[in-house]
Nanobody, 120 residues
Framework: QVRLVESGGGLVQAGGSLTLSCAAS????????CRWYRQAPGKERDLVAS???????NYADSVKGRFTISRDNTKNIMYLQMTGLKPEDTAVYYC??????????????WGQGTQVTVSS
């Protein structure tokens, strides 16, 4: 059974940095696009960043220049490096990945979420 397990959240002061990790485990052939989302209290879940299997990245305007998404395809781990954190970055962060389970069988998976709190 495939799982995505996140780690690295926590409490940080404004201007600080955190790096989130998301490790995929289980039986799979490959991982396609990986994404990080976040959801603040009372708000919708928003896309923060994405990275394709080839390494192409995209970012929400609100995090451009501050966050960096990356992946290690040999270890099936994705990362979100966050710098210059602001109180408005406070949210639960979720990783998401489109995974090839078998030939022609794709499945979308979510991590359990990790809390990031930025104090002013």
């Amino acid at each position: 059974q495939v799982r995505l397990v996140e780690s690295g959240g926590g409490l940080v002061q404004a201007g600080g940095s955190l790096t989130l990790s998301c490790a995929a485990s289980g039986s799979m052939l490959s991982i396609n696009t990986c994404r990080w989302y976040r959801q603040a209290p009372g708000k919708e879940r928003d896309l923060v960043a994405s990275i394709t299997s080839g390494g192409s990245t995209n970012y929400a305007d609100s995090v451009k220049g501050r966050f960096t998404i990356s992946r290690d395809n040999t270890k099936n781990i994705m990362y979100l490096q966050m710098t210059g954190l602001k109180p408005e970055d406070t949210a639960v962060y979720y990783c998401n990945a489109l995974i090839l389970l078998a030939r022609g069988v794709w499945q979308n998976y979510w991590g359990q979420g990790t809390q990031v709190t930025v104090s002013s």
